[in-house]
């Protein structure tokens, strides 16, 4: 009966290209993909990601918590519309310095009112 089970499985894993399992580590970017395929939201900002492997567990978490324990090595924006995670954008490593700020981006403390 284990050994029918095992194949049941096997062949349900390979039918729908499932990449990572439960409980399994993975990069951040490969969980951060499968969380947005699962989830219908945009990664931006998925080029600041390094290598590192950490623990896809989806199982009892909310969008939020996956996407935030993803990327606790990261700063990182997630954006809300209609109560659904829609745009997690990610700013960088913690700890390093993000550059200046472009051009077009002034913040509005740093405009004078005439």
């Known amino acids: 009966m284990n050994v029918l089970l095992l194949l ?14 439960a409980d399994e580590t993975a990069s951040v970017r490969k969980v951060l993909d499968l969380l947005a395929a699962e989830h219908g939201f945009e990664i931006l900002g998925a080029e600041k990601l390094g290598d590192e492997l950490v ?13 935030t324990r993803a990327l606790a090595r990261y700063n990182h924006v997630i954006r809300y519309s209609q109560a659904r995670v829609r745009v997690v954008e990610v700013l960088g490593r913690k700890g390093t310095d993000p550059g200046p700020m472009p051009e077009s981006q002034v913040a509005e403390a740093d405009v004078t009112s005439e």
């Open 8 to 21: 049941a499985s096997t062949l349900l894993l390979n039918l729908f290209s499932v990449a990572v399992s």
């Open 55 to 67: 623990l896809l567990n989806r199982s009892g978490a909310d969008v939020d918590s996956a996407v």
